[in-house]
C-alpha cells in the first residue's frame, strides 16, 4: 500500500470530473481526495494497494461523460498522513 498524488490534465474542470471520479472511487473503498487546482488541472491523493493501481488508474482516465483527460502524472508521497476514513471532494 502507498500513498500517491496525481495531477490530472485535459477538460477535467467544469464538467463533473470531481463528482464522477470520488463517486467510483468511492464505491470501491479508496481512501483520499480530489480537488481541483488553480491552473486547470485536478489533484487526487490517494492510499492505494499495488493491485489496484490499474483500475484506479482507469477510473481517473474515464472521468466523466463531458470530461477528456489529456494526461495523468503521478508520484508516490512517502510521508502522506491524510485523516480521511473514505474518499472526498475538497474545494
Known amino acids: ?3 500517491y498524488r496525481f495531477v490530472v490534465s485535459g ?3 467544469g464538467v463533473f470530473y470531481r463528482k464522477s471520479v470520488s463517486q467510483a472511487l468511492m464505491q470501491k473503498q479508496f481512501k483520499g481526495y480530489i480537488q481541483n487546482l488553480n491552473d486547470g488541472t485536478v489533484e487526487v491523493v490517494a492510499e492505494i ?3 489496484a493501481f490499474d483500475s484506479f488508474l ?3 482516465k474515464e472521468g466523466s461523460p463531458l470530461s477528456r483527460v489529456d494526461d495523468i502524472q503521478y508520484e508516490i508521497i512517502d510521508d502522506a ?3 480521511t476514513d ?3 471532494i475538497r474545494y
Do not use: R, S, T, Y
Open 1 to 3: 500500500m502507498q500513498w
Open 11 to 13: 477538460k477535467v474542470q
Open 58 to 60: 482507469n477510473i481517473l
Open 81 to 83: 498522513q491524510f485523516n
Open 49 to 51: 494497494f499495488d493491485d
Open 86 to 88: 473514505g474518499f472526498e
